[in-house]
C-alpha cells in the first residue's frame, strides 16, 4: 500500500476538525521542507560560484591552453599584486594580462625556485615565459632609459628619442619651434639646442615627449644654478661651451686654450675682423662631416650661424655640451692665441698660433696626418 493511501485511511476515526489540523500539520512541514531546499540552493549556488572564481586557476589548467610561451615577451604591461596575493592568484592575474600562457608552468616555476611574490606594481611583458616571469617578479624588469650623450644636437636627440618607441609626431610637438622659456627657463635663445641636457634619463609608458624634454632643461637649469651661470649670461657661456665641444677634445687644458681662442678672435685683439671662422658653425648649417671640414660655397651662407661671414658668436649653441667644455667657457686660459688646429685628431693634439704663419705650418701638419691616414685606411 503507498504512503498516500495508508496516511488517508489512518484518518479514519477522527473528527472533521482532528482531519483539518493534520492537513494543516502537513501543509507546514512541506513549506519548511521547500523552504531549507531553497536555502540550501542558495547557499551551495552562491558558495559553488566563489568556489569556481576562487579555483580558477585549477579550470585553466584543466581547460585553458597548454604550453608556455617562450622568451622575455613583447609589449611591456604593469601588474598590481594586492598584498596578501597568493601565488595562484597572481598567476590567474598574469593569465588575465596576457603575461603568461596559464597558470601551471608559472605555478611549477615559482615551487621550483621556492619564490616569494612580493606586492607592488611590477613591470612585466606580454607573452613571457613562465620562466621570464618568475624572474621579473624576481629582478624587477629596470624601466628602459634614454641617453643623450654629450655633444648630441637637437635633430640627434629627437632621434634618440624616437628609436626609444616615443611617438614621432608627440617628439616633433615637444621639440620644434620651441624655447627654453616655453618649459620655464627663464632664457633668451633662438631654439632648444644646447638646453637639452646630456644625460640617462628613465623612461615608462606614462612620462610623454614633453615630460622627458622638460627633464632635460630642468637638468640644465640644475648646471646653470650650481655653476653660478646668470640667466643673462647663459645663452652666450652655453654658446661658447657648445663650440669647445664640437672643436676641442675632452683634455681640459686644451679646452680652456680653444675658449681662450675663439673669445679672442670676437675681442678687439682679433686680426680675423672679429669672425670665428669655426667650421663647426657651418658645419651646422649643412650638415657635419667627420672631419668637420667645409667647401667655399657652403661658407658663403647667409645663416647667422655662418661665423666666416657673421662676427661674434653664432646666436645660440649648436649641441649640447658637456660640464667640461661649460666649465672652459667659463674659466678660458689666459693667452693671445688667434688660430689653433688638432694636428692628430686620433690622440687630439691640438697646436695654438698667434700669427697666420705660425698657424699654416701647424695646418700641414695636419694635412700630413691626413694623408697618412687616408692612405692607410686604403
Known amino acids: ?104 608552468p608559472f605555478l611549477d616555476e615559482i615551487e621550483r625556485r621556492e619564490a616569494t611574490i612580493q606586492a607592488g606594481t611590477w613591470t612585466m611583458r606580454e607573452k613571457m615565459s613562465s620562466e621570464a616571469a618568475v624572474e621579473a617578479l624576481i629582478n624587477p624588469i629596470a624601466p628602459p632609459k634614454i641617453t643623450v650623450a654629450e655633444g648630441k644636437q637637437v635633430e640627434e636627440i629627437k632621434a634618440i628619442m624616437i628609436e626609444s618607441g616615443m611617438d614621432a609626431d608627440e617628439v616633433d610637438k615637444a621639440v620644434d619651434d620651441k624655447t627654453p622659456k616655453e618649459y620655464g627657463l627663464d632664457i633668451e635663445a633662438p631654439s632648444l639646442e644646447g638646453y637639452l641636457y646630456p644625460a640617462t634619463y628613465d623612461l615608462n609608458k606614462q612620462k610623454t615627449a614633453e615630460d622627458i624634454v622638460q627633464e632635460m632643461v630642468d637638468k640644465t637649469e640644475t648646471e646653470l644654478d650650481e655653476l653660478g651661470i646668470e640667466g643673462k649670461d647663459a645663452n652666450r657661456i652655453l654658446t661658447l661651451a657648445s663650440l669647445v665641444e664640437k672643436e676641442s677634445p675632452g683634455d681640459p687644458e686644451v679646452r680652456s686654450k680653444v675658449a681662450r681662442t675663439f673669445l679672442n678672435r670676437i675681442s678687439e685683439k682679433s686680426k680675423t675682423g672679429g669672425l670665428l671662422q669655426s667650421d663647426a658653425t657651418v658645419a651646422y648649417i649643412h650638415g657635419a662631416r667627420s672631419d668637420l671640414t667645409t667647401t667655399e660655397e657652403e661658407r658663403q651662407s647667409d645663416s647667422p650661424y655662418n661665423t666666416y661671414k657673421k662676427k661674434g658668436l653664432p646666436p645660440g649653441p649648436i649641441n649640447s655640451p658637456s660640464q667640461g667644455a661649460v666649465e672652459a667657457a667659463l674659466e678660458p686660459a689666459d693667452g693671445d692665441w688667434q688660430f689653433f688646429v688638432a694636428t692628430n685628431p686620433d690622440t687630439g693634439e691640438t697646436k695654438f698660433a698667434d700669427n697666420y704663419e705660425d698657424h699654416k705650418k701647424n695646418v700641414e701638419i695636419y694635412r700630413k696626418w691626413l694623408r697618412e691616414h687616408r692612405k692607410d685606411n686604403g
Not at 3 to 17: C, K, Q, V, W
Open 1 to 104: 500500500m503507498s504512503p498516500i493511501t495508508e496516511e488517508f485511511s489512518s484518518d479514519e476515526g477522527l473528527t472533521r476538525a482532528e482531519v483539518r489540523a493534520k492537513k494543516r500539520r502537513r501543509m507546514l512541514r512541506r513549506r519548511r521542507t521547500t523552504t531549507i531546499v531553497i536555502i540550501c540552493i542558495l547557499v551551495f549556488g552562491i558558495g559553488g560560484f566563489f568556489g569556481v572564481r576562487a579555483a580558477g586557476g585549477v579550470v585553466d589548467d584543466l581547460f585553458g591552453p597548454k604550453g608556455d610561451y617562450e622568451g622575455q615577451g613583447t609589449n611591456e604591461v604593469s601588474i598590481e599584486i594586492a598584498p596578501g596575493s597568493s601565488a595562484r592568484t597572481v598567476a590567474n592575474q598574469l593569465v588575465e594580462a596576457g603575461v603568461i600562457m596559464n597558470s601551471k
